[in-house]
């Protein structure tokens, strides 16, 4: 007897390996199904996780930076508009593209349908694009406060700003939009052409010849000639207060620009560079990739650190910028909620001079 009992539990664990090592598909009763990897169950409680909490942070910084911005009117400038609207960008990659995305690789499995497959990707297309932009923005509106600090506030108004951010957000839409209609009859994989399951874009030679330079090359190049002019000017700076201390000469002050404008500059180069950091790998990446397992594995691996740089704008903020932790101090502990919070003093003499 106890001879069948081992006999029936081999028997059982013989299936249950059968079972593991077969084919599975994402849709099984379609023909032309996508198969399906088979994960552990640590796996999958692992993948969930850590994505959800990616998720969450995402969503929960960057609200912070849209709540402080919206609410204390101290903090209603040209500058933190841009930064409002690039963190509405972020937000929106936190709450939408991780999730949806962190679904897709953990079940290696479209489940989502093929008109949802065609927004999801409008969406995904348009918060990288215009993150780019927005950061483009902010770059020359550094150059403006920094090379003619007088004129700042006359050239660079709220009022332009938002129209500048409508632009942004409108020409990404449109754009995108453009690119994924004229890619999308042969190359989406829920296509007949492809297997029935996935959800990804195959961009035609010429198009991504084409976006590469319109949607990286170029902006790159716009924001890294101007931080480079911006740098050089923080050095005529530091070399005359130099001179001043010193003793040597003296020098018109309104030429000289504010210790505040470079500070922003300087902790936007730091946004700026963080970001490029994240694209350059990938876009390498693209242009040198091949059929191969592990290019597939790397490009997935730099597309989820774009997907991080989300959550990396406002933690900037954070170590560099006193209003924001002031803001946050007070969005934390309730004090927004009480009457006349809105008008706050956030900066200090640090932010001021």
């Given at each position: 007897?106890?001879?069948?009992?081992?006999?029936?539990?081999?028997?059982?664990?013989?299936?249950?390996?059968?079972?593991?090592?077969?084919?599975?598909?994402?849709?099984?009763?379609?023909?032309?199904s996508c198969t399906k990897s088979v994960?552990?169950?640590y796996e999958y409680v692992l993948m969930y996780l850590t994505f959800s909490v990616m998720s969450a942070v995402t969503v929960f910084v960057n609200l912070l930076v849209i709540i402080s911005?919206?609410?204390?009117?101290?903090?209603?400038?040209?500058?933190?508009?841009?930064?409002?609207?690039?963190?509405?960008a972020d937000f929106l990659v936190g709450l939408i593209v991780i999730p949806v995305e962190a679904i897709q690789l953990t079940e290696?499995?479209?489940?989502?349908?093929?008109?949802?497959?065609?927004?999801?990707?409008?969406?995904?297309?348009t918060l990288l694009s215009s993150s780019l932009g927005h950061l483009v923005l902010i770059a020359v509106d550094r150059y403006a406060a920094v090379f003619d600090p007088l004129l700042y506030s006359q050239r660079i108004t709220v009022n332009k700003t938002c129209i500048s951010t409508c632009l942004i957000w409108s020409c990404s839409v449109l754009y995108n939009l453009l690119l994924l209609y004229c890619n999308r009859s042969v190359n989406f994989s829920l296509d007949d052409t492809f297997c029935h399951g996935q959800c990804f874009l195959y961009i035609s030679f010429e198009?991504?010849?084409?976006?590469?330079?319109?949607?990286?090359?170029?902006?790159c190049a716009v924001m890294i000639t101007l931080y480079l002019r911006i740098f050089q000017v923080a050095t005529y700076q530091a070399s005359?207060?130099?001179?001043?201390?010193?003793?040597v000469g003296c020098v018109d002050d309104n030429k000289v620009p504010r210790k505040a404008e470079g500070k922003a500059a300087k902790t936007l180069g730091i946004v700026v560079t963080v970001y490029l950091l994240c694209w350059i790998p990938y876009y390498l990446c693209l242009l040198t990739a091949d059929a191969s397992e592990a290019s597939a594995f790397t490009i997935t691996l730099l597309t989820w650190i774009l997907y991080a740089?989300?959550?990396?704008n406002p933690l900037i903020y954070a170590l560099f910028y006193t209003w924001f932790k002031t803001a946050v101090r007070h969005i934390l502990t309730l004090k927004i909620l009480e009457s006349s919070s809105s008008f706050i003093n956030l900066l200090s003499e640090s932010d001021l001079s």
């Open positions: 007897m106890f001879t069948d009992i081992l006999r029936q539990l081999a028997f059982l664990l013989i299936a249950e390996m059968d079972e593991s090592l077969a084919v599975q598909y994402c849709y099984p009763l379609h023909n032309a994960r552990s169950t911005i919206s609410h204390f009117k101290q903090l209603h400038t040209p500058t933190n508009l841009l930064i409002l609207s690039l963190a509405v290696t499995c479209w489940y989502f349908g093929q008109e949802f497959c065609f927004i999801f990707q409008c969406i995904v297309y198009w991504g010849i084409f976006d590469l330079i319109i949607s990286f090359i170029a902006p005359i207060i130099n001179s001043i201390s010193a003793g740089n989300s959550c990396m």
